[in-house]
């Protein structure tokens, strides 16, 4: 019933959002005089704020077409070197790269929004690096009849993703950095292919805003986390996928309850953005509104998730705290920590992020006791939110500068 709501009140904004953008280019159109009478400009901006702000928005591409290095262009080769049902394996490479170049696998996190949000990490590492991604599906499009999707599936998805990128001319695997939700299971694997001598085991594993151990400075989303018995969240946000999708018939927690819940944490500062934005319209500052059209056009688009990576996710890390206690399993079998001896960490926290407190990246560093302290370092980015992080000026020009001396040191 909830996603069929959904779906009812998506065709009613859908059909209001279309009528407003019609009366938005009415009103703006300098061929008819409507625009020149009293209020028009400003209805017109009113009309297109609210035009975009129903709209429907499916998967973005990711469109990275060049990168720029010392001022000078190249072009960017996209393709997708493994297809699996649950996600593929991008690669970005730019011309003009060494053959040695380093290898980075940015794990995007699967948490209501599509890889596409790291488009601007992907395009600051393009300058140094050849980059792979985990572009997750939209849980709602994978069949049935591919099965589960959980935690430990998300762990072996990762191994054989650096499987298939294989280790580097000098021995190692490539290097990972795992933004967000994925820093728990990525650091799980990491142990894991550590302990199994693997050969693919990344040089290298950079963490960023993630929630190793999310009793330090608890936000708001971990005290819903804790609040709520598991159950809670079974009957009031799971929700099958309605017939017209290709996972008609699968348990998810939707897209669209993710994105009220983010935006619900900043209400405030949302309406501002597009207060502002009328406020840029109406004055016809078309370059500052079109940034913040960019910037939601991506935060809006969002995807499913299984329900069994969901719930599995709320019970290891937000209320039994699994990794942190030592007791994070994987098929049955306890995940050591003290495993990881070879692959090189670096944890990195916002000052101001409201999602993963500070200390809770940079409990990894701790739960390692068997990796040398000079293989490990904390950075945390002064005046940075969560998605300061990995997106914006402060990680092109202060966080990324320092990924890039840790993976030099040690990849």
């Known amino acids: 019933m909830l996603y069929h709501l959904h779906e009812l009140q998506r065709s009613w904004l859908s059909s209001a959002s279309t009528f407003a953008s019609i009366g938005s280019e009415m009103l703006s159109n300098p061929a008819l005089s409507m625009g020149y009478m009293g209020m028009g400009q400003m209805a017109a901006s009113a009309l297109e704020v609210f035009a975009h702000a129903t709209a429907t928005y499916g998967k973005p591409a990711w469109g990275i077409e060049h990168v720029t290095v010392d001022r000078d262009q190249f072009p960017v080769v996209e393709s997708t070197v493994l297809n699996k049902p649950f996600g593929d394996l991008k690669r970005f490479h730019r011309e003009g790269l060494p053959e040695d170049a380093p290898r980075l696998l940015v794990v995007a996190p699967m948490s209501g929004h599509h890889a596409t949000l790291l488009r601007g990490t992907v395009e600051r590492m393009l300058q140094n690096y050849v980059v792979f991604v985990t572009d997750w599906a939209d849980a709602r499009d994978v069949p049935l ?14 191994i054989e993703f650096l499987e298939h990128i294989g280790p580097g001319k ?32 990344p040089k290298t594993l950079t963490m960023m805003g993630g929630p190793i151990d999310t009793r330090c400075s608890p936000t708001s989303v971990n005290d819903l986390a804790m609040e709520r018995p598991i159950e809670w969240f079974r009957h009031n946000v799971i929700a099958t996928v309605p017939v017209q999708y290709r996972g008609s018939g699968r348990k998810v927690y939707p897209g669209f309850m993710q994105l009220a819940g983010f935006m619900t944490m900043n209400l405030g500062n949302h309406m501002m953005s597009h207060y502002e934005m009328f406020k840029h319209l109406n004055k016809g500052d078309d370059a500052s509104a079109q940034a913040t059209k960019d910037f939601y056009d991506e935060y809006r688009s969002v995807c499913d998730m299984t329900a069994e990576f969901y719930l599995q996710t709320v019970v290891e890390v937000f209320q039994k705290h699994s990794i942190p206690n030592g007791t994070f399993m994987h098929r049955g079998k306890r995940v050591d920590l003290g495993d990881i001896t070879e692959t090189a960490l670096l944890a990195i926290e916002g000052e101001r992020d409201d999602i993963s407190g500070l200390g809770q990246t ?12 000079s293989k490990k370092r904390y950075y945390m980015a002064e005046g940075a939110g969560h998605y300061g992080i990995f997106n914006g000026s402060k990680w092109r020009d202060r966080i990324a500068p320092v990924v890039e001396e840790f993976i030099a040191a040690h990849g």
């Open 362 to 373: 940079r409990a990894a560093l701790e739960l390692t006791p068997n990796l040398d302290v």
């Open 170 to 201: 000098n021995g190692g695997g490539a290097n990972v950095m795992a933004v967000c939700q994925p820093s728990v299971p990525v650091f799980a694997a990491t142990a894991i292919m550590n302990r199994d001598g693997n050969e693919c085991a």
């Open 145 to 158: 009849h591919e099965g589960e999707f959980d935690l430990d599936d998300y762990m072996e998805y990762v």
